[in-house]
T-cell receptor, first 114, second 114 residues
Framework: DGGITQSPKYLFRKEGQNVTLSCEQNLNHDAMYWYRQDPGQGLRLIYYSQIVNDFQKGDIAEGYSVSREKKESFPLTVTSAQKNPTAFYLC?????????????FGSGTRLTVV | AQSVAQPEDQVNVAEGNPLTVKCTYSVSGNPYLFWYVQYPNRGLQFLLKYITGDNLVKGSYGFEAEFNKSQTSFHLKKPSALVSDSALYFCAVRGGFNAGKSTFGDGTTLTVKP
């Protein structure tokens, strides 16, 4: 929503395939985040990046990879090593990494393994 | 490590009645607390935040939240609920050594009945 675009909205993956989820922002925010949402489990952090060309693992990074080559873009790749990738994926940004800033979220990508 | 607990999976209220959605937190150092709302198949939207100052914080759509340091709580409130308030609500905390990222609760589903 707002200045964050996530695409596609729905994505289907076959077993053994890698897929990439796009997140683009025009808010000029420094920090970007990927969260995974499963029913009844809230949001869990996959990866985050506070500046270009740098990123850190979150709580559930295994089976995922990211890059931050441009300030505006933070794509997430779900690899075949992720055994249970079916979930709703949310990208978020904050103006700065400091604590006082809340998140702005994209509208999400729903990934389903078929 | 920081953590957030939302003890109620579901809150049901009648339209026009006051509502409370509970949140407790644990964090080293000063807490920075946030409430977000999520409508079906959408990203989260920021409602309000506590950084410092008055313990009662006012936010969007008539919501407010009360910070209680001794009880480590940050409950979301609204004096008169609307049917359109029905949604999934998340409490989040930033601060301490994990200032670069937020930790979310599991969410509380609010249902307001006419």
């Amino acid at each position: 929503d707002g200045g964050i675009t996530q695409s596609p909205k729905y994505l289907f993956r076959k077993e053994g395939q890698n897929v990439t989820l796009s997140c683009e922002q025009n808010l000029n925010h420094d920090a970007m985040y990927w969260y995974r949402q499963d029913p009844g489990q809230g949001l869990r952090l996959i990866y985050y990046s506070q500046i270009v060309n740098d990123f850190q693992k979150g709580d559930i990074a295994e089976g995922y990879s990211v890059s931050r080559e441009k300030k505006e873009s933070f794509p997430l790749t779900v690899t075949s090593a992720q055994k249970n990738p079916t979930a709703f994926y949310l990208c978020a940004t904050t103006q700065r990494q400091e604590e006082v800033y809340g998140y702005t979220f994209g509208s999400g990508t729903r990934l389903t393994v078929v | 490590a920081q953590s957030v607990a939302q003890p109620e999976d579901q809150v049901n209220v009648a339209e026009g009645n006051p509502l409370t959605v509970k949140c407790t937190y644990s964090v080293s150092g000063n807490p920075y607390l946030f409430w977000y709302v999520q409508y079906p198949n959408r990203g989260l939207q920021f409602l309000l935040k506590y950084i410092t100052g008055d313990n009662l914080v006012k936010g969007s759509y008539g919501f407010e939240a009360e910070f209680n340091k001794s009880q480590t709580s940050f409950h979301l409130k609204k004096p008169s609920a609307l049917v359109s308030d029905s949604a999934l609500y998340f409490c989040a905390v930033r601060g301490g050594f994990n200032a670069g990222k937020s930790t979310f609760g599991d969410g509380t589903t609010l249902t307001v009945k006419p």
